[in-house]
Every structure is written in structure tokens, then in C-alpha cells.
């Protein structure tokens, strides 16, 4: 097989460097002048090969091009299919190492880590443009529910990606928040106890360390080109975070907004421990009684018990207060047997499983520190992959380069 790839590589490296190959753009300009051939290393899927390729230069603009290297697609010294590869091993791989092993045991390409890690900073922005330039691809049929979700979760940092940054409680910061966002199609249940089911394949991903207001942006964008504009009923998931209602509200104003019922429930234990008292029998007792009351839409009635129940110690007073006030702001989007009788997703899962599937099994894995810039590049080809528009990109991107034509 080494001896059939290397023949074959010899072979189309002669066929490439024939002076007489048609190509776009092969002659020089009108302000362009011939600066004869010039070499260059070129990783195919066959190896290595070497291209002598003209070379113009334009002294009144003061640059010169290579025809040969647009017309192959040649981002640095790789093929649009190795660079295809080098991008998806180093996505999938638990890292830019371990990618590189794989491309040697899987493909027979020896390329160094260092290597794939530049291709990667090199083609991110590219796929990232292509799918913003994208119209809307997917439309909602008649009756699907349209789910969007957006949460956010730490990557470790390295310090000067750090710097000025507070932690928790005010300690030191070590990670910068990645917000993730979910955008899936459902149908309605077609009987009142079935529990609602994601379309297949219908959930793609956006993630980046931004501001709310820009990853808002994105995420509408996002919408827009599922289809949203066509859908009859639009949902928003997320948990208590200011910022992802500010968000919502913003971007998406008539969505139906709910809080994930399980962060309700968490928060249900922290007003129990603070009116009763920790670990409490009447704590736990009264858990389980408005656990099941907010799956009835009696919110108001937690709401006014826990505010008669108000303790008199200062301290667990003030806690009991900070849950109310959480409840009370999330008062219309708590109404989850409304929500269910509607067919409605009540859980914010399947943000939160994006948040440890597009970061958590790349970007925090022991011993990982990133900077901005490599972690929202890694993040955006994963984004790709797991949405299903990645090989999308790489077709579009091979076309657009298919202009060599075989001399006669």
C-alpha cells in the first residue's frame, strides 16, 4: 500500500507541475509580471509531493499570488481533504496530540500537533463565516415546537486570559464562561402522558466566549437560519441566570420563555432548608409537597407559604427572602403543568448536555489551560461536527476550488 501511495504521489505531482495545465487565473494581469516557478511542499492524502508553481508579482499593488495554490485549495502546505482531516481529528481527539496520532495510525500522514493546532486557528473563522453567509436550510413543518436553550459552563484558562477577572466568592479566576446554545425542533406528543422527543438530527450548536449581548446575536442568527421565522411556536429554555432571560427577551420576544423545572427544584431545597432548617424533617416534608405542587401550577401558593413561614433569625431570613425573590421573578415561567398539557419540553437538558459535550469533552480535560482564541477556534469546529454542517463546509470549499482542468 506505502509503495502504491508513493507512486501514485509521484505521479500526480508530475501531472500538477506540466506547464501546459489550464487553471482560473493562470496568466498574469495587466499589471502583473511572470516571476518563473517557485517550489513548494505540499501533504496530500497520497504524501508529500512538490509543486513548481509560477509566481506573478504586481510592483504597483507590491504582491504577488500563486494560481496553482488557489486553484487546489491549499491552505499552508495541505489539501483541502488533509486539512479536512486534520480538522475533524483534532475536534474529536482528547487532544491536538492525540489527533496527530491518529491521523498517523488511521491515514498515514505523520503531521505534528503544533501543526493541526495552526490549521485549526487558520480554518475556524472560515467555517464560521460560510454558516453565518447561510440562509435559512431547515423549515419547521406544520406543528413542530421550535426549542432554543442557551447555559454556560467554565474552561480553564490560561492567567493572562485572566487577568482582571474575579472568580467565585472573590477568589482568583480560572476560567472564562463559554455560552453554549441549542437550537431543536419537536413535535407535539401525540398522547397527553408521552413526554416530548427531539426531532432526529435536528439539534445544531453554537458556542464562543462572548458578552451576553453579542452571543445573543449569534444565537438569533443561528434561528434564523433553522427556520424559525416559520414556526407557529417558539420556546425558550434556560435556567435562572439574568443574563439568559435579558437574552431572550431580546432576541426572541415571543417565545415562551420556562425555567428548567430541575434548577426549580434545587432552589425548592434551598428555600426548605432556610425556612426549616437543614436536613430538617419538616425541610424535606415540605420539598416534596412543592415539588409536586409545581407540577401543578401552584407556584403562587409556595410562593405565600414560605412568606408566612418567614423565619426571625436575621441569617436564614435573608436566605429564605433571596429563594422567594427567585421564585417570584420566575413566577410565569414555573407553570409547568400548563406547559406540559402544551407538549412542551420542562428541562433544560439538552443545553446543559451540550455544555459537556461540545466544551467539557475537549476544552476540560486534566491538566488543560487555553487561551481565548485557541478555545473559541476549537470550539467553532465542534460546533460543525456536531451539528451535522461540517462536511457541508469541506464540499462547498472543494468546489469552489475545482478549476484545474487535465492538458490535452
Known sequence: MAALKHDGARWLEKLLNDPHLIYANNQPQ???EPQGRRPKGVLLTLG??????????????????????????LTESYSPLVARWMCRAAALAGSYQAGSQDLLNYAGLQIDARQIQRLVSQMAPCLTRWREAQGPTFHPTA?????????GTGAPMRRK????????????????????????THRKPDQPDQRPERDY????????????????SRLRAEALRRGIAKAKVIVFLGDGATWVWKLARINFPTAVCILDYYHACEHLTLLAQSLYGEGSPLAKQRFRQWRKALLKDEITSIIAQAKADLPSRPGPRASAKKQIAYFERNRSRMLYRTFRQAGYFIGSGVVEAGCKTVVGQRLKLSGMLWSRSGA?????????????????????????????AFPA
Open 143 to 151: 406543528g413542530d415546537i421550535f426549542c432554543i436553550g442557551t447555559d
Open 161 to 184: 486570559e485572566l487577568r482582571g477577572r474575579k472568580g467565585k466568592n472573590g477568589g482568583r479566576a480560572r476560567t472564562r464562561e463559554v455560552k453554549v446554545g441549542t437550537v431543536f
Open 48 to 73: 508529500w509531493i512538490t509543486l513548481q508553481r509560477p509566481y506573478f508579482y504586481s510592483a504597483r499593488r507590491r504582491e504577488g499570488r500563486f494560481p496553482l495554490d488557489s486553484a487546489l485549495g
Open 30 to 32: 495587466a499589471d502583473e
Open 376 to 404: 473559541c477556534a476549537l470550539l467553532a469546529i465542534r460546533c460543525a461536527l456536531l451539528s451535522g454542517w461540517f462536511n457541508d463546509f469541506w464540499k462547498h470549499y472543494a468546489t469552489a476550488h475545482q478549476t484545474l
Open 201 to 216: 438530527a435536528s439539534t445544531t450548536y453554537i458556542a464562543d466566549i462572548l458578552s451576553a449581548p453579542e452571543f445573543g
